[in-house]
């Protein structure tokens, strides 16, 4: 059972564009919901993190919108840039679990120039 | 943000043989570090959760005699591919989480393993 869905699993965006990317939970108890950003052959880096508490955050060019009732998520890159180019997970955790994270499927993004 | 090392970032070792990835974090002292491994195009897998001074606690389907996770100070986690054989060929991750009022995992660089 996927306990988080992200969508889309690509997407291509032009330079200046908006890139938006969803993600979907269904475990009520999460507490925490960060985005990672990966280049290839390295690590995820967190880029921004919300919890349930509240409905957007932005930091940057880059924000989360929350909607709890909906259990829904999703990150905005406004004014995208070659250099975002990236694969970005949603992740979700619960504080019970040792923020234990639980990773959506990943969005391949593709800024062109 | 923290740092966390992990060593090495590339590692080809023959099949039957044993590989040791060590998993450091620099700057802070983790009493908690999370093992993953990504296959290509794939998300990050929690294989192990590793705590300092216990036993590791594994992900079903996760085989313990085979992926041995040791936590044996705050700073320093390996996890070790005994018998290694090519479909334990992977993208190999770690992350630590700062114990205290952050919820941030940091996560290292990677390890490359290619078994042949």
């Known amino acids: 059972q996927q306990q988080v869905k992200q969508s889309p699993q690509s997407l291509i965006v032009q330079k200046g564009g908006i890139s938006i990317i969803n993600c979907a939970y269904e475990n009520t108890a999460f507490d925490y919901f960060p985005w990672y950003q990966q280049f290839p052959g390295k690590g995820p880096a967190l880029l921004i993190a919300i919890r349930p508490d509240v409905s957007e955050k932005k930091e940057g060019r880059f924000t989360i919108s929350f909607n709890k009732s909906a259990k829904q998520f999703s990150l905005h890159i406004m004014d995208s840039q070659p250099g975002d180019s990236a694969t970005y997970f949603c992740a979700a955790s619960l504080r019970g679990s040792n923020y234990k994270l639980t990773f959506g499927k990943g969005t391949l993004l593709t800024v062109n120039p | 943000g923290a740092v966390v090392s992990q060593h090495p970032s590339r590692v080809i070792c023959k099949s039957g043989t044993s590989v040791k990835i060590e998993c450091r974090s620099l700057?802070?002292?983790?009493?908690?570090m999370f093992w993953y491994r990504q296959f290509p195009k794939q998300s990050l897998m929690l294989m192990a959760t590793s705590n300092e001074g216990s036993k590791a606690t594994y992900e079903q389907g996760v085989e313990k005699d085979k992926f041995l996770i040791n936590h044996a100070s705050l700073t320093l986690s390996t996890l070790t591919v005994t018998s290694a054989h090519p479909e334990d060929s992977s993208f190999y991750i770690c992350?630590?989480?700062?114990?205290?009022?952050?919820?941030?995992?940091?996560f290292g660089q990677g390890t490359r393993l290619t078994v042949v």
């Open positions: 992350s630590a989480r700062e114990p205290g009022s952050s919820t941030e995992a940091f």
């Open positions: 700057d802070f002292q983790a009493t908690t």
